[in-house]
């Protein structure tokens, strides 16, 4: 509807957040398309609250075996 009414485009990228009440815990990459083409839409990347835990954890543990300051 975004793209309907001129707020954004077609040929750019949009970030769409989504949660619960507990607050935003999911976002979208995605390339909009109107609602005539609306299965027309491609995702292009899918980021969760899990895959950014899962980005911190790896580095914690990554940072703590030295791995990061190349004395593996």
Do not use: Q
């Not at 954890?57 to 004395?71: A, D, M, Q, V």
């Amino acid at each position: 509807m975004a793209v309907d009414v001129g707020l954004i485009r077609t040929d750019e990228d949009a970030i769409g957040i989504e949660g619960t009440g507990g607050g935003a815990d999911t976002a979208l990459i995605v390339r909009p398309s109107n609602t005539h083409t609306f299965f027309n839409i491609k995702i292009k990347e899918i980021i969760s609250l899990l895959t950014i835990n899962f980005i911190i954890i790896k580095y914690r543990s990554l940072k703590s075996s030295n791995y990061l300051l190349g004395t593996r």
